[in-house]
């Protein structure tokens, strides 16, 4: 896999992917529910107010959490390096102008951008045209 450092190379080749689901974002102070909810996160993440945790909709309402903001997950299938500036800042930029909340959540090999579920055609049109517009720069 080659990796992308360059702002204009990442958006070019950042290929969106809407996931099949619905995922999510909960939140806990209840170490031993965090730990339950842990083997089935796609995301668990220590805060100092308890676990944020990522969760497919079935699995967050069978232990409880509320489940009204339910989130699409797309995910950006550029490899950018970890270092690498711009494409976060770009997607949600290009997001918010468009008046789509997102939560950007970055991992080790790809982006992950999850916008509300009646949002997310619009917005993988948006990240579509938005790739589109960058590989004719290049």
Not at 46 to 54: L, Q, S, Y
Not at 68 to 75: A, D, G, Y
Not at 98 to 124: E, G, L, Q, W
Request: overall charge negative.
């Amino acid at each position: 896999m080659k990796t992308v450092r360059d702002t204009q190379a990442m958006l070019a080749g950042m290929t969106p992917v809407l996931k099949h689901g619905s995922f999510v974002f909960c939140s806990t102070n209840d170490v031993y529910l965090a730990e339950q909810a842990r083997p089935s996160a796609l995301s668990w993440f220590r805060e100092d107010e308890g676990a944020a945790i990522i969760l497919e909709l079935d699995v967050a309402a069978s232990f409880g959490f509320d489940t009204t903001m339910q989130m699409s997950r797309i995910v950006l299938e550029v490899f950018s390096v970890l270092d690498g500036v711009g494409l976060t800042a770009a997607v949600s930029t290009a997001l918010a102008g468009d008046k789509i909340p997102c939560n950007m959540v970055s991992a080790y090999h790809h982006d992950n951008v999850f916008v509300p579920v009646d949002m997310a055609d619009r917005a993988m049109h948006l990240l579509r045209s938005l790739q589109a517009a960058a590989q004719n720069k290049e």
